[in-house]
C-alpha cells in the first residue's frame, strides 16, 4: 500500500486517488487548491452517501476517479464512472448520490 501524503507541492506529482481515504459510512473532503478565481476539491463518498440537491453560483466540473456516481442536474440523472467528467451549470439544482463508493474531484472557477 502506498503512503498517503500529508502535503501537496508545486512541481511534484501527487498521487491523486491516495489525496483522500474513504470511510465507512461518510463522505470526506480535502481541498487541494484554494485560490479567489476558484477550488479544486477531492472527495471520497462511502456507497449510499450523496448530497441533498443544492444550487451553486458559478459552474462546475466533476470529475470521477474512482467508482460511480449519480449526478442529477436540473432534475436528470446521470451516470458517471470512473474516467468521466461532468459539468453542473450554475444556478441549475444539482444533487449526488453514490452508486457505489467513489472519489471525485471538484473544480469550480469563480471568475
Known amino acids: 500500500m502506498s503512503e498517503r501524503p500529508t502535503d501537496i507541492h508545486a512541481e511534484k ?23 479567489d478565481a476558484g477550488t479544486v476539491t477531492l472527495f471520497a ?12 453560483p458559478f459552474d462546475a466540473l466533476v470529475q470521477v476517479l474512482d467508482g460511480m456516481a449519480e449526478i442529477t442536474i436540473a432534475g436528470m440523472p446521470h451516470q458517471v464512472s470512473a474516467g468521466e467528467m461532468i459539468i453542473m451549470p450554475a444556478h441549475k439544482p444539482h444533487a449526488l448520490q453514490a452508486v457505489r463508493r467513489f472519489k471525485m474531484m471538484l473544480v469550480m472557477i469563480r471568475a
Not at 13 to 35: F, H, M, N, T, W
Request: proline content about 3%; aromatic content about 6%.
Open 13 to 35: 506529482a501527487a498521487p491523486l486517488l491516495a489525496l483522500v481515504d474513504y470511510q465507512q459510512g461518510s463522505i470526506v473532503s480535502r481541498e487541494i487548491v484554494k485560490k
Open 45 to 56: 463518498f462511502d456507497a449510499g452517501q450523496g448530497l441533498s440537491e443544492h444550487t451553486a
